[in-house]
């Protein structure tokens, strides 16, 4: 599956992609809820993003899998990590999984996210997830951290 930046013209694949990623991880019990305002408020940070306007990274695999990671505005502290991007999310639809697409994926925003001046992305981790999507997001290469007030381990 071919991966690419996501240009302004992709905005109706890339809201159906995350539209079903927001929807999912609501299922799951996350507590983003996938409504209007959510989505007039990720599209805005995904413009954002394909126009320059703010640094980060949005891939599309075909109409199978979407990646949104970068900056969540102007830096308005300083922070020890360094540079920050925030990782909105990584979705794979269900019968592209299990072939690395998401890996895939991950690789290719490091790289392009250190080539914009990051140090690390602050990425929760999904609902359902396993330890080895834990471990392979830290073997991307970028720093990954957790703040504890957004992300619950349920059963740890």
Do not use: C
Not at 109 to 118: P, S
């Amino acid at each position: 599956m071919y991966i690419r930046e996501a240009q302004i013209g992709d905005e109706l694949v890339f809201n159906m992609l995350f539209l079903e990623y927001l929807e999912d991880q609501y299922k799951r019990g996350n507590d983003l809820v996938p409504d209007e305002k959510t989505m007039d408020f990720i599209t805005g940070i995904f413009e954002q993003y394909v126009t320059g306007t703010l640094d980060g990274i949005v891939l599309l695999a075909d109409e199978e899998a979407v990646l949104m990671w970068g900056e969540a505005g102007p830096p308005v502290v300083t922070n020890r990590h360094g540079r920050v991007a925030q990782g909105w999310g990584t979705y794979v639809r269900a019968g592209s999984r299990g072939v690395g697409l998401s890996s895939r994926l991950r690789t290719t925003a490091k790289l392009r996210l250190k080539e914009m001046g990051f140090d690390a992305v602050l990425a929760a981790v999904l609902k359902d997830s396993s330890e080895a999507a834990v471990i392979s997001i830290v073997n991307a290469g970028l720093h990954l951290y957790a703040h504890t007030g957004v992300i619950s381990l349920r059963a740890v």
